[in-house]
């Protein structure tokens, strides 16, 4: 079925490196966490195979390459010099 794209260049994708602080699982939430990361991941695969418009942008993967060194000492919340290097490239990417 064709799409009607209403004017769309780009759609941009990407998983959020922020960890889940909580879960309504039976589960610790760091299995919950790791679970919804993997589903978000391939769902959006998926869409960028699908459709040329879509792509995907890898901050998730930028955060995760470099380990706990990304997150401040709540390891939760990223460093600002991280957040501005993936900004930056994000930008760089998409923007002209």
């Known amino acids: ?3 009607d794209r209403q004017g769309v260049r780009k759609i941009l994708l990407t998983v ?3 960890p889940l602080g909580a879960t309504f699982e039976a589960r610790d939430c760091v299995i919950s966490n ?5 589903t978000l991941r391939v769902v959006a ?10 792509d995907y ?3 998730y993967e930028i955060v995760l390459s ?9 390891l939760v919340h990223l ?6 290097r993936i900004m930056q490239f994000l ?3 998409y923007v002209a």
Not at 34 to 38: D, E, H, M, Q
Not at 45 to 54: A, E, G, S
Not at 79 to 84: I, K, M, N, T
Request: aromatic share 12%; no cysteine; proline share 12%.
């Open 45 to 54: 695969d998926m869409l960028t195979r699908d459709f040329d418009f879509v």
């Open 66 to 74: 470099r380990g706990m060194g990304s997150y401040q000492p709540d």
């Open 1 to 3: 079925m064709p799409i």
């Open 34 to 38: 790791s679970y919804s990361k993997a």
């Open 91 to 93: 930008v760089q990417s």
């Open 79 to 84: 460093r600002v010099p991280v957040v501005q």
């Open 16 to 18: 959020s490196p922020v």
């Open 57 to 59: 942008f890898p901050s």
